[in-house]
């Protein structure tokens, strides 16, 4: 008897890779498509600030008409075991038209940081993040002394404890 060659049975298919293809063509696409749309200012603003989203020139916003008053440098010794002290020097951005009139309530100002100051726990000083409350709340103590409107920031130059 021959033997007859087994009949091979069915093969299995090779996927195609057409739906691969198509995927990366589109993803290609679509990405190059919000690069240019975010790029070209289409999608959230102009690519450039001097232009509008029509393309029209524009001139910047003029700036405020602000002035800053340099506070004195102060020393503060802290409260505590350890013989520590606070240097700390700051500047009041203040509207123009009230410059003099922050400046002079300069010597309440200075009172009012040094009381604070010298009132606040050294472990709080001692935290990286405490230093965004302690301006809070210095700018707040500021603008109760010189009344409202009259600072609009306080900008912190020197905070270095020893």
Do not use: C, W
Not at 71 to 90: E, K, Q, T, Y
Not at 115 to 138: K, W
């Amino acid at each position: 008897m021959a033997e007859s060659a087994p009949e091979p049975e069915d093969a299995p298919k090779k996927k195609s890779k057409l739906p691969l293809i198509i995927g990366l063509v589109l993803m290609l696409a679509l990405g190059g498509g919000g690069f240019y749309a975010v790029y070209s200012g289409l999608i959230l603003g102009p690519a450039h600030p001097e232009t509008n989203a029509h393309g029209d020139e524009t001139t910047p916003e003029p700036l405020p008409e602000i002035a800053f008053v340099p506070l004195d440098p102060m020393v503060i010794s802290l409260n505590g075991s350890s013989a520590r002290h606070l240097r700390f020097s700051a500047q009041l951005e203040v509207p123009l038209a009230h410059q003099k009139e922050v400046e002079h309530l300069k010597p309440r100002v200075m009172d009012v940081l040094n009381g604070y100051l010298r009132a606040v726990d050294i472990s709080d000083l001692e935290d990286p993040s405490a230093l965004i409350r302690l301006r809070a709340q210095m700018l707040r103590r500021v603008q109760i002394v010189v009344g409202e409107g009259r600072v609009r920031d306080l900008l912190i130059i020197e905070f270095v404890l020893n």
